[in-house]
């Protein structure tokens, strides 16, 4: 399976910006998907910014035009951009690549948004 390692996150107040990044051992050139996920305190985890079949983006409602899914393929590097942060993002933030059937997580990074 592939090894992920999320960094980035933090304390922000909002209104602010974070931007995080996901680091992968292999390469993420030929994924089903890779994107991120996120679970606030108390709650499910659930999908926020997903990169499907390498060309179709999707993002929760509660993000899409704040928040932005990039991958840097040189590097095996996903990024989320996060913008515009509100307290209901708070959260640990995870990292999840699906490749050749099998679904890798990363430990997550917590983001913590004060009001």
């Known amino acids: 399976q592939v090894q992920l390692v999320e960094s980035g996150g933090g304390l922000v107040q909002a209104g602010g910006s974070l931007r995080l990044s996901c680091g992968a051992s292999?390469?993420?050139?030929?994924?089903?998907?890779m994107g991120w996920y996120r679970q606030p305190p108390g709650k499910q985890r659930e999908p926020v910014a997903l990169?499907?079949?390498?060309?179709?983006?999707t993002y929760a409602d509660s993000v899409k035009g704040r928040f932005s899914i990039s991958s840097e393929y040189a590097t095996n590097t996903v990024h989320l951009q996060m913008n515009s942060l509100k307290p209901e993002d708070t959260a640990v933030y995870y990292c999840?690549?699906?490749?050749?059937?099998?679904?890798?997580w990363g430990r997550g990074t917590q983001v913590t948004v004060s009001g």
């Open positions: 990169v499907v079949s390498g060309d179709r983006t």
């Open positions: 292999e390469s993420i050139y030929s994924t089903t998907a």
């Open positions: 999840n690549v699906v490749r050749n059937g099998y679904s890798s």
